[in-house]
C-alpha cells in the first residue's frame, strides 16, 4: 500500500518522502487488510455454497456432470477476481472505503477484463522470469565465488536485494498504469455519452 502511494504520487507530479508514503500505508493498512478479509471470505462462502450444493445433488449427478459445474464455479470466480484486482488502487488513490473501492474498481474494469487479465498476466509472466534470471545469478555468483563463502553470500544478497527492488515497485506500477488507463477511458466515455445527449438530434 505505500509503495502505491509512493508511485501514484510520482505519476502525480507531486512526490511525497519515504516516511509519507510509510504513513499512507499505515494509515490505510486495516481497509487493505479488510479488503483482503472480504475478498477471501467471499471465495470461502462460494466455495462452501458450491461444496454444499454439488453434495447435496451428488446422487444425482454424474461425475462430468459434477466436474461441469466445477468448472464453471472457478470460471465465475475468475472472472468476479478480475473485476476487483485493483480495489486495493482505488483504496489507495481515491482514500476509498472497502466496499467503494470494490466497486470502482468493477465499474472500471466491466468491458475491459480480457484486456487487463492479459496485461496483468503478461506482468505476472515477465516477473517469473526475472526471478528466474535472478536465481540463475545468485547461483553463477555462489559458484564463481565458492572459494570466499562471505564474499558469495554478500554478493548473492545483493543480487537479490537489486532484484527485489526492481519487482517490488513494478506490479504497483503495473497496477497504477492499469487503473488510470482505465479510468481515462471510462471518463472519456461518460464524457462522450453527455457531449452527445446534449446535442440536438
Known amino acids: 500500500t505505500a509503495m502505491v502511494a509512493q508511485i501514484d504520487g510520482s505519476a502525480k507530479s507531486r512526490e511525497q518522502s519515504v516516511g509519507a508514503s510509510m504513513r499512507t500505508g499505515f494509515r490505510l493498512l486495516p481497509r487493505s487488510i479488510l479488503l483482503i478479509v472480504v475478498l477471501m471470505g467471499a471465495v470461502l462462502v462460494a466455495a462452501l455454497a458450491a461444496g454444499i450444493v454439488i453434495g447435496s445433488f451428488s446422487r444425482f449427478l454424474s461425475p462430468i456432470v459434477s466436474g461441469v459445474v466445477v468448472a464453471a464455479l472457478a470460471v465465475a470466480a475468475i472472472y468476479v477476481w478480475g473485476r476487483a484486482f485493483l480495489a486495493n488502487v482505488a483504496l489507495v488513490v481515491e482514500d476509498a472505503l ?66 527485489g527492488t526492481f519487482l517490488m515497485s513494478f506490479l504497483p506500477a503495473v497496477l497504477l498504469s492499469m487503473y488510470y488507463d482505465l479510468k481515462l477511458r471510462k471518463e472519456g466515455s461518460d464524457l462522450a455519452d453527455r457531449v452527445n445527449a446534449l446535442a440536438p438530434e
Not at 503478461?122 to 528466474?132: C, K, P, S, T
Not at 564474499?151 to 537489486?162: C, F, K, P
Open 98 to 163: 472497502v466496499f467503494r473501492s470494490l466497486g470502482i474498481s468493477w465499474r472500471l474494469i466491466k468491458g475491459h477484463w480480457w484486456r487487463t487479465a492479459t496485461v496483468y498476466s503478461v506482468a505476472l509472466i515477465i516477473v517469473m522470469v526475472f526471478y528466474v534470471v535472478i536465481i540463475m545469478a545468485d547461483g553463477i555468483v555462489g559458484v564463481a565465488l565458492r572459494g570466499s563463502v562471505a564474499a558469495a553470500a554478500a554478493l548473492s544478497q545483493l543480487v537479490s536485494i537489486l532484484g
